[in-house]
């Protein structure tokens, strides 16, 4: 099992940048699929970005690509997701999901096993 701890929300303003972190315990980071996924109040978790095992592929949402990049360092046994340009839209919770079974990366919740426990970022206007 792995237990994900995010970081790095806040509030900032429309245009800013934020760079979110989550750190996951065990030895054995680099056998997981990363992935982002963010909630606003009243919408269904949608998918950001993923990443696969040694980080060498990465998978966004069409509508992001550009603003986010989703990088990890299994040395440290972290993912990243840097966002910029940010707008009021991006507001959400942002969770990590780690996954070990699929082979392939996934860009549905079903198919992440461990979440975290979010982290709130919040832009104004």
């Known amino acids: 099992q792995v237990q994900l701890v995010e970081s790095g929300g806040g509030l900032v303003q429309a245009g800013g940048s934020l760079r979110l972190s989550c750190a996951a315990s065990?030895?054995?980071?680099?056998?997981?699929?990363m992935g982002w996924f963010r909630q606003a109040p009243g919408k269904e978790r949608e998918f950001v970005a993923a990443?696969?095992?040694?980080?060498?592929?990465?998978y966004y949402e069409d509508s992001l690509k550009g603003r986010f990049t989703i990088s990890r360092d299994n040395a440290k046994n972290t993912a990243y997701l840097q966002v910029n340009s940010l707008k009021p839209e991006d507001t959400a919770v942002y969770y990590c999901?780690?996954?070990?079974?699929?082979?392939?990366?996934?860009?549905?919740?079903?198919?992440?096993?461990?979440w975290g426990q979010g982290t709130q970022v919040t832009v104004s206007s």
């Open positions: 999901a780690a996954d070990r079974k699929y082979l392939v990366v996934s860009k549905t919740p079903v198919g992440y096993d461990y």
């Open positions: 065990g030895r054995t980071f680099s056998s997981y699929i």
């Open positions: 990443i696969s095992r040694n980080g060498a592929n990465t």
